[in-house]
């Protein structure tokens, strides 16, 4: 019985994870490669989810919704880094933190103009409806196991391309040193504006797929955006591997901390103690989790090689 | 050096001058409720002062500045749950609350860099956050209603819109003060001189960390103290102060206005909270033209605010 | 920069003063009415504040623009969901623009923040949403009036329901923030069966997988559950997807209304929600609001909508039987207390505490023949029902 419970919590977990993993991946790239700071990449996965909703009342097709929904995503994406992001490779920080956040309380706004404040929603494939019965009246939807297997096939593509390819070889080289490969004639604006679509359309399908669960409202990537930041930072800036495991650890941690803790603290405290305890612990585990790691290893746990 | 302190104290004195005209200026012209609205810029620039203290100088990037706003207001506010309205008191007990936190979160982050740093501040910012919320016997989530404002030696002088006014600008005047004076001194160079570079000023035997630490708690302990004013402007305090959007802000207000010169923080706050005022008076989705602004704000006025008055070009 | 805009401000400032400066009593009547309307319009949340704000304006555009016989001129505002945004916002709304009247206010922080200044200034408060305890007990004042309900009752219709109904043990599930523990303790109020678990939820969650899990694994009876906007369009649609509505009743507060059923569609058909108005109330009134919304706005009117419509028609009962004269306050209070109009929920009267003495019902959510969502009663719990914190109330 309480197996069964921890196994759904664990399945629940690793399925916040490979979400989380999907918006972090764009995150750490861009950040690792181009030393760019986008605070616009949870208004990115937002955007993913929007254009579903329209895709998908135009075809009523979920799968057709997700092609759409990817180009548009990635159009979009291409779109911004011309406009805005392009012209901030060069400045530091805090000018990049102040623009991307400009992109956002325009996207977080424009949206709200477009599709309106209230909530939206569109439904996942008729094929991928139903669900695994688990316990006696419980069934854990397929549509949330398609939604990790998609993810964890994501992150496997990902690594392969990272590891087996040319262009994953450009990207592990700028993480790693920029300014090296610069020297040694790469195209580094055109392989900024590779990365840069594919973070996007990371991002975007995260959203897209994260639709027929959660709804669909503006600012919904804002509390997305900062878990990323805790899973890259986590991670380690600049790795896949370590964004890959802190986002699986992330979702675990605040998963299971959310389902357990409260009664953990029933086992020392009163109950309606617990009830106040409980609730707020679980709510900072992850950051407590972060700064932990920090603690030990300031850079995180798998730090780009290269870098400091 | 001496020229850019000089034009320092000429822009304070003529924006605090222009703040001290400002009660009666708004009461002869019939907007009284001007006192209301700069108080609280006045409080938000003290607090975006704290944040150049250590971001402009330090290049150490708090994204967890609002806990220590809000750690100072609930220390006003749990007092007077308690009975407690003596402001003697309790302004000092929410400095030093803010001060114990950032001396506690400040030991642990200051041993990471750049974005790390700025994550793992976002951290502790986010446990004060849930922390507060969770707090439910002063209000949790819904905040904590304070019926008055702090008494200053037993009599209720703050209640008047007017003196807590000049009671806000007192403290503004001070905190510039003591933070140029910090900043002027050999301790503010040793923190300039650990941002540009820290083994350098390691290797003449100064040890940065100590050093950081102690600018951070003292920039700490201002916001602290500008948590206090807010919970006495608003008589109500909530975690909300704590979120981290408000964190984002202060950044914002301080590089809005240009970092490291202390009177470009203030004038950030100034710009930063007028401008959303009169955006938002325009059309309710003034964030739509915000969010772009604010995009060619940085692309073209590198430097903010304060680089105006300096008269440079922008790429200079 | 700084004095660039103050100089702007000042300057704008005066014309609004030299338009509307120097009124005097008699002069009043020709003067507009000015209502701040203070609204939570961005984040999330924002369409709980839309719906009542076209609530209020429909039923000032029927009215031929005019409240109690005097022009009004509708001030809206966002407060951000920051209480101390709400403060600045509402001391401009009093000192620079002069309303009379306050309405609206979405969420009870700020009606917190915003209570004590609007209401020392002698300014009406017209509470469209928000019904925090405090206001309706010992921190009562003769200014506010609410068109909407106190927090609990809406908690306890579906408390009293659960214990009528039989239901041996229930799973509790609410937000972790204040509203949501009271929610909780309002349910707890008429229900005495078995509480097989309390679960707070971080504020804004979005994933209940865990929280379903949970509620499947303790087998109860029904859940009640209070999870407004965002939060319950998640919940409802994982509910559904788990297939858990075969086995528990769905029973909850603000979580399928008008404002989530566009989202949740299919998923909510069937389950419980408790109000005190449904689209197809039968009444008069009621028909011929939501046929103007409709035509107005395209789509249904939530009960956000419904509570801004009746605080409109409040203030045009109050403002017109004193002859559009607000000088004389309490005889303005007197002519609110009477709530003298036709309220879309039927039966109104006001309590001791301002707060309305109206019916509750349990409600499910149905779907209209041209593919509309919506919710209808499916049998009143509370007759004429009061809150308990109006005891409390000690009117000054």
Redesign the interface.
Known sequence: MTGTLFAVQVLNGLQLGVLLFLVAAGLTLVFGVMDFINLAHGVQYMLGAYLAVTFYGLTGNFFATVVLALAAALVLGLVLEMLVFRHFYDRDHLDQVLATFGVILFLNEGVRIVWGAAPLSYPGPDILDGAIPIMEGFGYPIYRIALIVAGLACALGLWLVVTRTRVGMLIRAGAANPAMLSALGVDVRRLFMIVFGFGAMLAGFAGVMAGPIFSVEPGMGDGVLILAFVVIVIGGIGSIRGAFLAALLVGLVDTLGRSFMTDIFKLFLEPSAANQVGPAIASMLIYVLMAGVLFFRPTGLFPAAGRS | MSENLTRGWVIAAV?LL?FAA?PP?AEA??????T??AS?VMIYAIAALSLDLILGYGAM?SFGHAAFIGIGAYAVGISAEHGLWEGTLTFPLAMAAAGLFALVTGA?SL??????FI??T???G??AY??A??L?AY?????L?I?GRSELFASPLLENEWSFYFFVLACLSLCWWFASRVVGSRFGRVIAGVRENRARMAAIGFDPYRHQLVAYVISGMIAGLAGAL?AN????V?P??MS?QRS?DL??MV??GG?GTLYGAV?GA??YL?LED?L?GFT?????I??????L???YA?GG?AR?FRGEGRDG | MRRGMMAATVAAGMAVAGAFGAVSGAAQAAEPLKVGMLLTLSGPPAVLGKHIQEGFELFVEQNGGKLGGRDVELIVVDDELKPDVALTKVKELLDRDKVDFVAGIVFSNILQAVFRPVTESETFLIGANAGTSTFAGRACNKFFFSTSWQNDQIHEVMGKYAQEKGFKKVFLMAPNYQAGKDSINGFKRYYEGEVVDEVYTKLGNLDFSAELAKIAASKPDALFTFMPGGMGVNLVRQFNQAGLSDSVTFLSAFTVDGTTLPATKDAALGLFSSSQWTPDLDNAANKQFVAAYEAKYGSLPSLYSSQGYDAAQLIDSGVAAVGGDLSDKDAVIAALEKADFASVRGDFSYNNNHFPIQDFYLVKAVKRDDGAYHTTVVEKVFDDYGDVYAKDCRMN
């Open positions: 924006l222009a400002l200026l012209t019939g907007h009284s409720y001007l209301v609205v609280r990037v642990i041993r990471t860099r750049g974005v790390y994550m793992i976002l951290a502790f986010q446990m849930y922390t919320s969770s439910s209000g949790g989530d819904d905040g209603t019926w807010l402007h608003s008589e109500f909530s909300a102060y981290w984002g950044i914002i590089v809005l970092m004038l100034v710009a007028a009169v938002a309710e989705h003034w964030r739509v915000f969010g772009p602004l604010l995009i704000i940085v692309l590198r605010i105006a």
